[in-house]
């Protein structure tokens, strides 16, 4: 079964930038695509970022990119997501997510990191 950790989340100003991290067991990351989500109270769960497992490169949502930025250190099997320039608007849980190919559900979540940012 794969397990996912999340970490780094926590209360920011508005105008920093964060650091979340995603551990997964095994290595995976040559058969999962992984990826994260968010979502903030009161919204629904929404895409955010993710690899693609066919070539490797990245998918954003469209309004967020530029501010985001998915990485990962397969030896550590661990993804990254960096946000910059935090605004208000980002609070929400942030979820790492992972699913065998490139389509259909995701299959695996972490417990989430809460994000709060402050004005």
């Known amino acids: 079964q794969v397990q996912l950790v999340e970490s780094g989340g926590g209360l920011v100003q508005a105008g920093d930038s964060l650091r979340l991290s995603c551990v997964a067991s095994?290595?995976?990351?040559?058969?999962?695509?992984m990826g994260w989500f968010r979502q903030a109270p009161g919204k629904e769960r929404e895409f955010v970022a993710r690899?693609?497992?066919?070539?490797?490169?990245?998918d954003y949502a469209d309004s967020l990119k530029g501010r985001f930025t998915i990485s990962r250190d397969n030896a550590k099997n661990t993804v990254y997501l960096q946000i910059k320039s935090l605004k208000p608007e980002d609070t929400a849980v942030y979820y790492c997510?992972?699913?065998?190919?490139?389509?259909?559900?995701?299959?695996?979540w972490g417990q989430g990191t809460q994000v709060t940012v402050s004005s």
């Open positions: 690899f693609k497992l066919s070539d490797g490169n990245t």
């Open positions: 997510t992972a699913r065998i190919g490139d389509y259909g559900s995701w299959s695996y």
């Open positions: 095994g290595h995976i990351f040559s058969t999962y695509s």
